[in-house]
């Protein structure tokens, strides 16, 4: 466990040195000049010389990576060139936003999803299992985009019963923040919970084939005790590595969902930071994400090593 | 008294009947061994009992036990008969026990589903009984995981599981088949303290008459879903009639049947001419999980220093238990892995440094059966294709002479040359195992090692599998390195044996002498524990 | 009612507009926040903004303007003539970042005479000066405070900064110690929303008031029907045109040039990409200034002429690359103007880009075929007379023109010269002249007050009440 | 869960797949009308006799778009998992062969690649190539790379540690030989089956690029954009945004239903692979 442990942080810390590499030479190859965007069609080049100086963009590039890395190591990756704030102070703020975003849609996501699959799983081949197996069908298919369109239009333009978009911030009262996330969580979420429901219901009846369940209902255990006790546990294995799986896609829906609800996260700061070559937040988030999906992994690996002892010993 | 009685029992599993009248009794205190063929209905009658047919399966018939008829039961009520009131020992352990629980508490949660105490208690309940079981809490605790332990102990784990309970009637399935002879015996022992002890009924299943002739009172054996005799154990084997009932006992009793003479070797000294294949001193170690990051690493030592050769013609074979390293060795001696220390000479020459010519020479010569008749042919090839496969160390080789030869080798391991266009799926165990051994053929080789290569099948299979290699070994003068766990099948066909254990090899010898004289406690400890027909066939 | 929410379609990368072009930046902070020393008013005029009045030498190169008293930044600090010579100091200093440097070149220094009084010394006579004194980018800044003007703007307008919640809103509160009429509104929310629909939404939905430039002119019927709101188009500056490379072949050629003109169909593109909101243009001047001359005639929609011309230039079988900057006005006008260059029988590639690249590529590099793109800076004639932009435009006599206007300070004469800077554009076909931006006011019926126009990117919110 | 269940969803999706990638086939040398030719006249037209799906606001006919939209969604999915599929599946399955070293580099490799969003790589490249179809392939292509190293390596591991290689290397053949004779024809219907599945995502994903206008450009038709230019105009003419969205959604399930339908043909034991095989 331990060892797995170190393994893993060791090889989490070598993925995101090379990341950082890799990322700091995509944004050299951006073409377009952070100066120029910044003072638009009427800046004269010794403006613009004057400003490339003040963003220290006329360092030589190892002195650039080098403060960069190093700043992200005391956790303070640089001043934004357009916002003029420390990068970290930005993202901190975003991320009040895309993570409760992103958990809420996971959370939504595991709610809805699990028990569907649990459903379907304990009245297999009936028709309940068949339905849901068709909704799941549907559920995977359908672009979150456009289901949260579809959202929009229906529960807040023509019900109004929730905000159509925006963020009023955590300082205006929980209960008017979590409403604004709502409709993007559930639009996230939907497609996602169709994939768990669908796993859910495969592997849980992949278990309750297995010789160990009908040992437990030799024992006298009652169907719905063999499923609680003895099926769940192993039936949620393939569900943690989904769910591991599912993680950048949420960050990538996370991204494109920021855009339709004009939600003042993550996603839109990079889009915004990349149209405004504020380079160092690009490479900043960018790397932070990278950050993200790597630990989620690693947590993946862990609570594998927790639930399953057969990975907890061996590792 | 009669405690259970079946009578008439049909079971159908998605329409297809499995059990077709299916009739017995049971009385308290009594064992009763059920034998058949692998797919006769042994298993089933047995979830019929319990009620616990697959998804699609209906049962038909009456099942009797104590005066209720089981089938007429709702599943509440079941429930308090599974378990408290017939216990169930499934066929592999390995995949009965939920791998992610302890097995202590694997076996405290029957007793707690039946009885009002603690969990404490169970726990402590559960603890003795593992240890009655024979895995003493010092040695083997309670909160391991079933992956941690051997078969045997699986199998122990199992059994302690469903006497927790104290049942009436316990139902064995199978539950020595996975194991070892030495290991097998040991659960039968304990099988027999069990009954010693609590006095249930036990309804001991399994494919092996050697096994149910030990243990029962009375036998039935079953085929195709029937119950085609019944009687008591002893002298079973003289009163039986029913065909399916004599080619079973035949077989049972092979070692006598196909003790075919063993050819004297060809005058030489290994001083003079160097053995076809020979390991001298090798060993190979796999290195075990550290216990944390900074613990030594630790190793298993598969293969310790072992020498063994073969010479032209002869027959050796490699006997031991499960996890004893035979495989290992054999592989090392395949040149399939590279030995840690040691070398493995083919004609007195170490292959490690040798050419290409050298190495396909050996191939050439040197060819393999393994353990696993079915998992050693590519599923997407036809059988023809996987024989002709090593045909390209003769060099190019033209389309008609390569299904000549195909066909002939077809027909030397007596399967048809029609079957060269079936795909392995299509064949039977013991088919599959003759297209493995048309595969080792095909090249002509000289010698053949052959890894477990009778195990898995049943005693028919088995037998008909040693007769051919008889006489192959007559017509082609093959030699052979056999290994296996079963000492009829070592005494059968070998003329020298080596008996391996943990890794190294502790008795050499002439067969008859090794297994009439053993000197190693091992050797005589791996003697005792073949099951004794006496009683059944006398 | 004394809040007001109100949609912009860019989120302000920070909230100094002498510290960056974005016109989003003008639209928050101009008038409400900052104010410059003239201001700039709903209908184009100049009026005195910090500064009372102001003379003019009369050799036109000595400006003096007498500053208002008793005016205080939101910080507490008073404003004087310190702080108005720091600002135009800053804002012509080598190392200055100003946006609108280039504007301030005839600048040669600035004076305080007096707290109260500045005097500005030029180059040359520039009677631009009032005019560009009045641009957002020029407000006057604190002088302890400039350096923090992006994230803690402190200027002197009638709105003090609240709290920005980047990337959603802009909280402004009424300054009670405004110098002028005190506002009607008391708190300010700029809502950054720039999907169309999600305007739409939140329009609809009443979470936002106002948007005094709706991004989606397909909606404005829909509003218009609906009774909770009022619609009111007006026109912006943003002179849309077809820009061209004329240093390019073949774009060099002059008749090359004019049959792409005559095959811009001005009528289907206004319906097509602004479901008819916006005007015409047929030159580089948008309609509602002084000395307009309308020059739509001047090449009508003509296929077939345009494809005589191309025939005569030897410019059959052309092919050229559209360059498209992210608005939708552009992508959209760029889809049908592709297809009515096809129909003539010139072969469009389209290339959407970001800002950033369009910047690079087409505005800094030249390296362009063809661009859509909308000039919204008021009075900028002046561009066709550089040198160096992107429209390769060079014409001596255009310049000689230019020069001309620019120390002119009669007005009659004034606008017979504009007049001839329109007709010598449209003559020379520099770019397609395609229509004027409309400004696509939408807000609650109730709210009163907005610029019908924006002569600036602007949203003056002084006079914005709602109706009792 | 019968078979005929299952081999309905084999069907389905059969002809789903096989409709959708006809449709995009001969959108290219027919359709309707001119998908490009504006007719902003006639825009907003509702469906009837003369345009089955109405036009858009442009006056472009809707069924045209959707047939031609077909093109950027099917080609980029298809690309991409060749990309994934060739450049992955032989690293999978060459890294579970050798051990060691090599193979530690490619999962090394494959889980670096996995932790950088797609969409971010193509923000990346759209900034870098400029927008288009070529970057959407790369993009969702690098993405799919490390999908298909794992599938591959967890198929192939113990293919390479079976009988029948073993047997194989008895019979004296090489690693080469061996590779492609005896393990990929065993993982090719695990392949068969994520690619499957993977292309139903890469329609999804081209959409999503398309819809943030990372995809196909105009004035090239495509769903995702055509999704982007209808949000505006939902309250307008719902048909154009719920038509592009139907096809979407349509295309997604015929691939999930071809997947799980080739699943269930493809396992020899007749069972299902799991699901969660198939999405890991
Ligand atoms: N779940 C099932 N569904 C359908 N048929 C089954 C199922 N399990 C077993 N069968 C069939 O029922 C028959 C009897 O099987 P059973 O397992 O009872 O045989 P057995 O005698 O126990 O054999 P073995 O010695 O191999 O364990 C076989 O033909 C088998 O194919
Ligand atoms: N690749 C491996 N990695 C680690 N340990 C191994 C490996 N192969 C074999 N071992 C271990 O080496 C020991 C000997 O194994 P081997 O397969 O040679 O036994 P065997 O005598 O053939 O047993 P059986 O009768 O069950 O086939 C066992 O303990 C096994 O767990
Ligand atoms: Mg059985
Ligand atoms: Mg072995």
């Known amino acids: 466990m331990i060892r797995a442990f170190a393994a893993g942080v060791a090889s989490l810390l070598a993925t995101l040195l090379v990341a950082s590499v890799v990322i700091f030479a995509a944004m050299q190859v951006l073409p377009g000049d952070p100066a120029q965007v910044m003072l638009g069609v009427n800046a004269r080049p010794d403006t613009l010389a004057a400003l490339r100086e003040q963003l220290g963009l006329d360092q030589p590039l190892a002195v650039r990576y080098w403060t960069w890395v190093s700043g992200l190591l005391t956790g303070n990756p640089g001043v934004s060139h357009t916002y003029a704030v420390p990068v970290s102070d930005l993202i901190a703020a975003r991320l009040g936003v895309s993570l409760p975003l992103a958990a809420l849609a996971l959370a939504l996501a595991v709610a809805i999803g699990l028990p569907l699959g649990m459903w379907a799983a304990a009245r297999r081949g009936r028709a309940v299992d068949r339905g849901v197996l068709i909704v799941a069908q549907l559920g995977i298919a359908v672009p979150n985009f456009w289901l949260a369109m579809l959202l929009v239009l229906l529960f807040a333009v023509t019900l109004r019963w929730l905000p159509p978009g925006g963020f009023p911030g955590w300082d205006a009262g929980a209960g008017p923040a979590l409403l604004a996330l709502v409709l993007p969580a559930v639009a996230l979420a939907l497609p996602q919970s169709a994939i768990l429901a669908q796993v859910m219901r495969q592997s849980l009846v992949d278990v309750l084939a297995q010789d160990f369940v009908r040992t437990a209902r030799a024992k006298g255990l009652t169907r719905g005790q063999a499923l609680r006790r003895h099926a769940l546990r192993n039936a949620f294995i393939p569900i943690l590595s989904v769910l591991g799986l599912q993680f950048p896609f949420l960050l990538a829906g996370t991204i494109i969902i920021e855009n339709v609800f004009f939600l003042p996260g993550i996603g839109r700061l990079v889009f915004q930071a990349v149209n405004q070559r504020d380079l160092i937040v690009v490479q900043s988030v960018v790397m932070l994400l990278v950050a993200i999906v790597a630990v989620v992994n690693l947590l993946v690996g862990l609570a594998y090593a927790a639930v399953d002892p057969r990975v907890r010993r061996a590792a | 008294m009669t405690l259970l009685t079946v009578d008439n029992l049909e079971v159908d599993v998605a329409g297809r009947p499995i059990l077709r009248g299916v009739g017995f009794t049971l009385t308290r205190g009594e064992t009763l061994g059920i034998i058949g063929r692998s797919g006769s209905g042994k298993s089933m009658t047995a979830l019929a009992l319990m009620r616990l047919l697959p998804q699609d399966g209906q049962a038909r018939g009456r099942i009797v036990f104590d005066g209720t008829d089981l089938l007429s039961l709702d599943e509440a009520a079941m429930c308090g008969i599974r378990g408290r009131r017939i216990g169930v020992v499934f066929q592999e352990p390995q995949s009965a026990l939920n791998p992610l629980m302890t097995i202590g508490a694997q076996v405290a949660e029957g007793i707690r589903q039946h009885a009002d105490v603690t969990r404490r208690e169970a726990a402590s309940l559960a603890a003795e009984t593992l240890a009655r079981a024979g895995l003493d809490p010092a040695r083997v605790s309670p909160d391991r995981f079933p992956h941690e332990l051997s078969g045997g102990q699986r199998q122990r784990v199992a059994i302690a599981m469903t006497v927790a309970m104290r049942p009436d009637i316990i139902i064995a399935d199978e539950p020595t088949t996975a194991l070892d002879v030495t290991t097998q015996a040991r659960i039968l022992d304990l099988l027999r303290t069990i009954l010693r002890d609590d006095g249930p009924a036990l309804l001991l299943i399994s494919h092996d008459l050697g096994v149910v002739a030990t243990m029962a009172d009375r036998i039935a054996v079953m085929d195709e879903g029937r119950i085609v005799e019944t009687g008591p154990t002893r002298g079973f084997a003289g009163r039986a009639h029913a065909p399916q009932v004599r080619t079973l006992i035949a077989a049972a009793t092979l070692s006598r049947e196909i003790a075919a003479p063993v050819p004297p070797l060809p005058e030489h000294t290994p001083a003079e001419h160097p053995p076809l294949l020979a390991a001298e001193a090798v060993s190979r170690r796999f290195g075990l999980p550290r216990a944390h990051p900074l613990a030594w690493r630790q190793y298993r030592r598969a293969v310790d220093q072992v020498s063994l050769s073969v010479q032209a013609g002869e027959s050796v074979a490699l006997i031991g238990e499960s996890g004893s390293g035979k495989t290992t060795l054999a592989s090392l001696m395949l040149g399939l892995q590279t030995p840690d220390a040691g070398r493995i000479a083919y004609r007195g020459q170490d292959i490690a440094g040798a050419g290409r010519d050298v190495l396909r020479r050996m191939r050439a010569d040197v060819q393999a059966v393994f353990q696993d008749p079915y998992s050693s042919l590519d599923p997407r090839r036809k059988a023809g294709w996987i024989i002709a496969e090593p045909l390209h160390l003769a060099g190019p080789i033209a389309a008609d002479e390569r299904d000549e030869r195909v066909a002939e080798a077809l027909r030397e391991v007596g399967l048809s040359p029609d079957d060269a266009n079936k795909y392995p799926h299509a064949f039977s165990g013991g088919q599959r195992q003759r297209i493995a051994m048309a595969r080792a053929l095909v090249t002509r080789p000289r010698l053949v090692v052959l890894d477990e290569a009778v195990s898995s099948l049943d005693v028919v299979a088995q037998a008909r599998i040693l007769d051919l290699l008889a006489r192959l070994r007559a017509d082609h003068g093959l030699a052979y390195l056999f290994i296996t766990h079963d000492l009829r099948v070592a005494k059968a066909i070998a003329r020298r044996v080596a008996v391996m254990h943990d890794g190294r090899i502790v008795e050499e010898g002439m067969t008859a002498e090794v297994l009439t004289d053993p000197q190693h406690p091992y050797t005589r400890a791996l003697l005792a524990s073949q099951p004794d027909f006496s009683a059944f066939a006398a | 009612r004394t809040d007001l929410a109100i949609g912009v379609r860019l989120e302000p990368p920070h909230l100094d507009p002498t510290a960056a072009a974005a016109a989003v930046i003008g639209e928050i902070t101009y008038a409400n926040l900052f104010e410059g020393l003239t201001r700039i008013d709903r209908e184009g005029r100049v009026i005195p903004g910090l500064a009372e009045s102001w003379e003019v030498s009369d050799d036109g190169k000595v400006y003096t303007f007498r500053l208002r008293q008793g005016v205080f930044f939101h910080d507490g600090s008073t404003f004087d003539a310190r702080d108005a010579v720091f600002t135009l100091e800053r804002a012509i200093a080598p190392d200055s970042i100003n946006p609108q440097k280039a504007l301030l070149e005839p600048i040669e220094a600035v004076e305080a005479v007096d707290a109260h009084t500045l005097s500005v010394r030029l180059k040359r006579p520039t009677a631009q000066l009032p005019f560009i004194l009045g641009l957002p980018a020029l407000v006057i800044v604190g002088h302890e405070t400039a350096e923090t003007n992006r994230a803690m703007p402190n200027g002197t307008g009638p709105f003090r900064f609240s709290r920005w919640h980047m990337g959603d809103r802009v909280d402004l509160v009424r300054n009670d110690r405004y110098w002028g009429e005190k506002p009607a509104l008391s708190r300010v929310t700029f809502r950054v929303i720039g999907d169309p629909s999600a305007a739409y939404a939140a329009l609809m939905a009443g979470n936002i008031d106002a948007y005094t430039n709706f991004p989606a002119p397909e909606h404005l019927p829909q509003f218009e029907a609906d009774p909770r709101f009022k619609v009111v188009v007006g026109r912006t500056e943003g002179k849309t045109v077809l820009a061209q490379n004329n240093a390019r072949k073949p774009l060099d050629d002059i008749r090359v040039r004019r049959a792409i003109a005559h095959a811009i169909d001005r009528k289907l593109l206004i319906d097509g990409a602004l479901y008819g909101y916006g005007d015409p243009i047929g030159s580089h001047f948008a309609p509602q200034n002084a000395g307009y001359v309308d020059l739509t005639g001047r090449y009508p929609y003509d296929p077939e002429a345009a494809r005589a011309l191309l025939r005569e230039a030897g410019a059959e079988g052309l092919r050229l690359k559209l360059a498209l900057p992210p608005p939708s006005y552009a992508r959209r006008s760029g889809e049908i103007i592709a297809e009515r260059l096809r129909d003539v029988g010139i072969q469009v590639d389209i290339v959407p880009m970001e800002w950033a690249q369009w910047l690079t590529d087409v505005f800094r590099d030249k390296n362009y075929d063809l661009s859509i793109v909308s000039h919204v800076e008021p009075n900028d004639l002046d561009i066709y007379a550089r040198d160096d932009y992107y429209f390769n435009y060079d014409s001596p006599e255009y310049k000689a023109l230019y020069a001309e206007l620019a120390a002119e300070q009669d007005e009659e004469k004034r606008l017979v010269l504009l007049k001839s800077l329109q007709q010598k554009l449209t003559d020379d076909a520099v770019n397609g002249f395609l229509f004027l931006l409309p400004k696509l006011g939408v807000w609650d019926a109730r709210l009163q007050g907005f610029w019908e126009n924006a002569p600036i990117p602007a949203n003056d919110l002084t006079g914005v009440r709602w109706e009792r | ?280």
């Open chain 4, 1 to 280: 869960m019968n078979r005929d269940f299952l081999n309905a969803r084999l069907l389905a999706g059969a002809i789903i797949v096989g409709g959708v990638c006809l449709m995009a086939l001969i959108s290219l040398v027919w359709t309707p009308y001119d998908p490009l030719k504006l007719d902003i006249a006639n825009r907003f037209a509702p469906p009837g006799p003369r345009h089955w799906l109405g036009t858009d606001q442009l006056g472009r006919d809707v069924l045209s778009l959707l047939m031609r939209g077909a093109v950027g969604p099917v080609g980029v999915s298809i690309s991409a998992v060749t990309i994934g599929l060739v450049v992955g599946a032989t690293a999978g399955m060459l890294a579970a062969s050798s051990g060691g070293v090599a193979s530690y580099a490619t999962l090394r490799t494959s889980d670096f690649l996995f932790a950088f969003p797609a969409l971010l790589i193509a923000i990346l490249l759209r900034e870098t190539l400029g927008p288009g179809m070529l970057n959407a392939m790369v993009a969702i292509g690098i993405f799919y790379i490390p999908i298909f190293i794992r599938v591959s390596y967890g198929a192939s591991l113990p293919v390479w540690r079976s009988g029948y290689v073993a047997a194989a290397r008895v019979a004296g053949r090489g690693s080469l030989w061996i590779a492609t004779v005896h393990v990929l024809p065993n993982i090719a219907g695990v392949l068969t089956v994520h690619t499957s599945v993977q292309l139903s995502l890469g329609v999804l994903a081209e959409a999503s690029l398309s819809y943030i206008g990372l995809g196909v450009q105009p004035p090239q038709p495509s769903w995702g954009r055509m999704l982007l230019e209808a949000q505006t105009l939902l309250p307008i003419s719902p048909l154009l945004a719920i038509a592009p969205g139907l096809a979407i959604m349509v295309t997604v399930m015929g691939f999930n239903l071809l997947g799980a339908g080739l699943r269930q043909a493809l396992d020899p034991r007749g069972a299902f692979i799991p699901e969660s095989e198939a999405v890991r």
